[in-house]
Nanobody, 121 residues
């Protein structure tokens, strides 16, 4: 099964910036695909961060609105997350997700292993 590949995480001070990348390796045939970012901090549930839909629309969690951006180039093979004004509360493992609607109508979800973001005060 295809595993997405995230990169770009790291350790920064509060107020800093990072740019996460997610690459779809190989060939995944989709009639449409929505790309999203989720995050999970230790002891907490995984939470939605942002989505770039197949049609180019973007959605953000309230907690990151105005600070995080998904560039709308909507490349089939990659998606990015630009994170500005980072806060200690943003410290999490960040996961890339692709919901791929296959030509038979079935939606398959793909995930990556995650990339760690640590923000110090």
């Amino acid at each position: 099964r295809v595993q997405l590949v995230e990169s770009g995480g790291g350790s920064v001070q509060a107020g800093g910036s990072l740019r996460l990348s997610c690459v779809v390796p190989g060939v995944v045939e989709c009639s449409s695909r929505d790309m999203s970012w989720y995050r999970q901090a230790p002891g907490k549930e995984r939470e939605f961060v942002s989505q770039l839909s197949n049609y180019g629309s973007t959605t953000y969690a309230d907690s990151v609105q105005g600070r995080f951006t998904i560039p709308q180039d909507n490349a089939e093979k990659s998606v990015y997350l630009r994170m500005n004004s980072l806060k200690p509360g943003d410290t999490s493992m960040y996961y890339c997700n692709m919901n791929c609607r296959r030509w038979d109508g079935v939606i398959a979800a793909y995930w990556g292993h995650g990339t760690q973001v640590t923000v110090s005060s």
